[in-house]
Structure formats: structure tokens, C-alpha cells
């Protein structure tokens, strides 16, 4: 199994800043891609930002130019820096990770448990 813990989210003004981490631990597997997705109340969880083990990145059009997504491959922790936060912004932010275990090459998706981001007008 594939753990991932997330911290950094809280309240903010509009036009604020904060900075989200998510750290994947567990033995046998390689960490893939990792990335971000979003969930505000009464929509469906959507992408945010992903970036590969190379450091290629994917944005969704809404964050693009505020948000950047970098990774520390050594520490298994992808990180997602937002700057010029909008109420719109307000969601819980998932950290998601491709994994493959090294015995059998299989791949599996694992997410976190989900930390609020809340931003006020």
C-alpha cells in the first residue's frame, strides 16, 4: 500500500497564498505521476495540476499561471504552491499518485485523505 498524507491547507484571503504538500510513503513500489485534484461542495472532484517523475507538468485551465506544481522525487513529495487565490479556489485539494509495485509491475492509483482550502472574499 501506497500512504499519502497532505498539510498546508487553511484559510486565506482572496489573493492570498498557500502552499500544499503530500508525502507518499510505502515499500516495493515507484511513484509515477503525481498531482492534485480539487472538490468543492456540490461539483465533481476535478484536476488541478499533475507532474511526472521527469518533471512535465499538466495544468487545468483555472489554476494555470497562479498554481505551480513541483515535486522532490528523493522525498516522494509533490508540493502545489497557490498564489492569487480566488473564492472559487475554496475546495478540499486531494493529493492523487500513480504507483507501481516493483514485484508484480502493476500500477495503481492512490489518493489522500483530502485537506481544506477556503477562501474568502
Known amino acids: 500500500q501506497v500512504q499519502l498524507v497532505e498539510s498546508g491547507g487553511g484559510l486565506v484571503q482572496t489573493g492570498g497564498s498557500l502552499r500544499l504538500s503530500c508525502a507518499a510513503s510505502?515499500?516495493?513500489?515507484?511513484?509515477?505521476?503525481m498531482g492534485w485534484y480539487r472538490q468543492a461542495p456540490g461539483r465533481q472532484r476535478e484536476l488541478v495540476a499533475t507532474?511526472?517523475?521527469?518533471?512535465?507538468?499538466n495544468y487545468a485551465d483555472s489554476p494555470k499561471g497562479r498554481f505551480t506544481i513541483s515535486r522532490d522525487n528523493a522525498k516522494n513529495t509533490v508540493y502545489l504552491q497557490m498564489n492569487s487565490l480566488k473564492p472559487e479556489d475554496t475546495a478540499v485539494y486531494y493529493c492523487n499518485t500513480e504507483a507501481v509495485r516493483f514485484t508484480t509491475n502493476r500500477s495503481d492509483t492512490y489518493w489522500g485523505q483530502g485537506t481544506q482550502v477556503t477562501v474568502s472574499s
Open positions: 510505502g515499500s516495493g513500489f515507484r511513484i509515477n505521476v
Open positions: 507532474i511526472s517523475s521527469a518533471g512535465s507538468t
